[in-house]
């Protein structure tokens, strides 16, 4: 099946600093998503972004699908955006199911 | 206001003991899924449906079992089969079409403890 990997698995921020996180995959794709999972478990939609370039206030993401990489930028950060984020995506080689890297974790200290 | 409603939240159950999670949703979504998610690790695919009456086995779906009667609904059972059933478990649904091919939208979790 499709390998996605995410880094880094781990990374602290004081509050206001910019970030990217990476996420790589191994095969062509027909969906990817960005998800933040907030400190009570809930899976939040960042971004539908299997191609192209989107921008959501601070947060912006940016897929490369020919060299099979996506980025996520949070820039200014808030304390709130700790948590874990997950890079998601799915193939029609792999019956479209959705396929989740093992997340970043974000801590911001204020 | 519409969106994927789990419940309950938080289950204590004795080992050997069935266990059903509820998942309910009324966006008008075709397809459905559960998942899985164990400390400091991803989210791994359990079952998934795609209509009504049909559902289909993901990654570990040893010692689960589902149905899918309703549109609005996916009941996950977790039977006494399943080896370490404690775990945090996901449900999802997606929009037909739209050319946003499986965008995944997420309950608020169940968490289960087998004592």
């Known amino acids: 099946g499709i390998q996605v990997e995410q880094s880094p698995p781990d990374l602290i921020l004081q509050e206001g600093a910019n970030s990217t996180l990476r996420c790589n995959f191994s095969?062509?794709?027909?969906?990817l998503q960005w998800f933040h999972q907030n400190p009570w478990g809930q899976l939040i939609n960042l971004f539908y972004?299997?191609?192209g370039t989107k921008q959501n206030g601070r947060l912006s993401a940016t897929t490369v699908a020919t060299e099979r990489y996506s980025l996520l930028y949070i820039s200014s950060s808030q304390t709130t955006d700790s948590g874990v984020y997950f890079c998601a995506v799915s193939s029609r080689g792999y019956g479209n199911k959705l396929v989740f890297g093992a997340g970043t974790i974000l801590r911001v200290k204020s | 206001d519409g969106g994927i409603t789990q419940s309950p939240k938080y289950l204590f159950r004795k080992e050997g003991q069935n266990v059903t999670l509820s998942c309910e949703q009324n966006l008008n979504h075709d397809a459905m899924y559960w998942y899985r998610q164990d400390p400091g690790q991803g989210l791994r695919l359990i079952y998934y449906?795609?209509?009504?009456?049909?559902?289909q086995k993901g990654d570990i779906a040893e010692g689960y079992s589902v149905s899918r009667e309703k549109k609005e609904s996916f009941p996950l059972t977790v039977t006494s089969a399943q080896k370490n059933p404690t775990a945090f478990y996901l449900c999802?649904?997606?929009?037909?079409?739209?050319?946003?091919?499986?965008?995944?939208?997420f309950g608020e979790g169940s968490r289960l403890t087998v004592l």
């Open positions: 095969d062509s794709v027909n969906n």
């Open positions: 999802a649904s997606s929009p037909p079409g739209q050319g946003r091919t499986g965008e995944l939208f």
């Open positions: 972004i299997p191609s």
């Open positions: 449906s795609q209509i009504v009456n049909d559902f």
